[in-house]
């Protein structure tokens, strides 16, 4: 009933939570319903306490396997400057983008590496 007021009523196109599956209903009526109505979500998101209820803008990065019905995620809430929670872009280490002693290249195993 939650999911549906939330999509249907309120009219979100998406939503997260913290557990790892939608409901523990013997059918997964929720799982079913958001499925079967076009809708996506979020399973496993942690800190969503520490978002804002409005005023976020909500990035994701993932990727989805061919032929998969979905996959790991990062997400990353940017909140506006006066928000209390998490940290800048200039206060977290590595960002924007980390700097390498050499250009990335993959290595025998596939995983990328500084190779001179």
Do not use: C
């Amino acid at each position: 009933a939650a999911l549906k007021f939330l999509h249907l009523e309120r009219k979100i196109l998406f939503h997260g939570h913290e557990p790892l599956d939608t409901d523990t209903t013997p059918n997964l009526e929720g799982e079913h319903w958001l499925l079967h109505n076009d809708f996506t979500q979020a399973e496993g998101v942690a800190n969503l306490d520490k978002v804002p209820e409005a005023g976020a803008l909500v990035t994701i990065g993932f990727a989805k396997p061919l032929g998969g019905s979905g996959g790991y995620a990062r997400y990353v809430a940017i909140a506006p400057a006066d928000w209390t929670e998490g940290v800048s872009v200039i206060e977290a280490p590595g960002a924007p983008l980390s700097r390498q002693t050499a250009p990335l290249k993959r290595d025998e195993n596939g995983v990328f590496r500084p190779t001179p």
